[in-house]
């Protein structure tokens, strides 16, 4: 048995278009899709929840993060809103931290990914989706766990089945631009 990854980059537009995200206050389950990030860890600070498209076929199959080699990219996705949607430790709420994704017709996100910081902005927690649908009428719920997450190094060093990487940097005024994602599996060739 061996591992292989699977490399996603997820990189920011500035346009934002025809989806909202709420901050989750209420216990009822309103239209759209309302996900609940369970927050086991008492050193998660904050949770931020990123929404792409795909950016075919303009999508680079390589990139260069900083400190990092050049890499092949497997998928490649725009984010919809340019500025994280975020919720900070004080606003966790019985152990969640609450989003609500909504939808003003059926819709569909290509990826979506929420990724958790410690005290010292680091990202150590993670989770991602294809192909999420966000339904118009209906409510769904989700209920998140996060699974630990480590930086990607510099050098390749192949990972055990089901490890999770990730990598991000940020522009000139301090926002996230990209994220560099992996995802080890396991293989049978």
Not at 10 to 20: E, N, S
Not at 53 to 60: A, G, T
Not at 83 to 89: E, M, R
């Amino acid at each position: 048995m061996r591992t292989s990854r699977t490399i996603q980059r997820i990189a920011y537009d500035r346009d934002v278009r025809g989806f909202w995200l709420v901050a989750l206050a209420a216990a009822c389950t309103p239209s759209g899709l309302t996900i609940e990030v369970v927050i086991d860890d008492p050193n998660i600070k904050k949770v931020e929840l990123f929404a792409g498209d795909p950016c075919h076929p303009d999508c680079p199959r390589s990139t260069v993060a900083p400190g990092l080699p050049p890499m092949a990219v497997d998928d490649a996705f725009i984010v919809i809103d340019p500025k994280p949607f975020t919720v900070l430790d004080n606003a966790f709420e019985g152990g969640v931290a609450g989003f609500r994704i909504e939808s003003s017709t059926d819709a569909k996100l290509a990826i979506l990914v929420i990724v958790a910081y410690d005290a010292a902005d680091q990202i150590r927690w993670s989770w991602s989706k294809h192909g999420v649908e966000i339904p118009d009428g209906d409510g769904e719920r989700w209920r998140i766990n996060l699974v630990p997450t480590t930086p990607i190094g510099p050098t390749f060093e192949p990972q055990p089945a089901g490890t999770e990487r990730i990598k991000d940097w940020r522009d000139a005024k301090g926002h996230p631009s990209c994220l560099l994602l992996e995802h080890w599996s396991g293989s049978s060739s």
